[in-house]
């Protein structure tokens, strides 16, 4: 849809980013999750692009891509995290488990909690109620 306003149109989206945070019309965040995911994943292959270059060992680059790229998803929490729809988390948990392949370095047929187990990161829906709550306590004090 089209909107003119002084001589100017403006075309209506479905959602806008706001603050780093992607609102869309029905508040259920899971084009959020859309966009922060691809993101999330360009940021993986650029910094999995830099790694061989760094003189650290394996196991902590990997550790390294993984918390960079959850803190990106991740980003925002305090806002979404109670509002997020499955389908959301979903979107959130697959693109956490293209990580923790890397990190374990482990064939994708290994299933989502074993990874967790090995590679020692919680499930990201986890960690974002856990930055909810925390963020909570330090706003009550």
């Keep these: 849809m089209t909107v003119n306003m002084i001589g100017t149109d403006i075309l209506t989206t479905r959602s806008i980013r706001y603050l780093g945070v992607q609102l869309d019309s029905i508040i259920n965040f899971i084009e959020h999750s859309r966009k922060t995911t691809v993101k999330a994943s360009k940021t993986a292959k650029n910094i999995a692009r830099i790694m061989p270059k760094v003189g650290a060992s394996k196991a902590t680059k990997r550790k390294l891509l993984a ?10 929490t305090q806002v979404w995290a109670d509002m997020m729809q499955p389908g ?3 979107i959130f948990t697959k693109s956490q488990k293209k990580i923790l392949l890397r990190v374990a370095t482990a064939y994708r047929t290994v299933s989502t ?8 990161i919680a499930p990201i829906k986890i960690i974002a109620e856990e930055r909810k709550t925390l963020y909570e306590a330090k706003k009550k004090q």
């Design 67 to 76: 918390s960079v790229v959850q803190s990106q998803m991740l980003y925002g």
């Design 88 to 90: 959301g988390w979903t």
């Design 113 to 120: 909690s074993a990874l967790h187990v090995i590679t020692g």
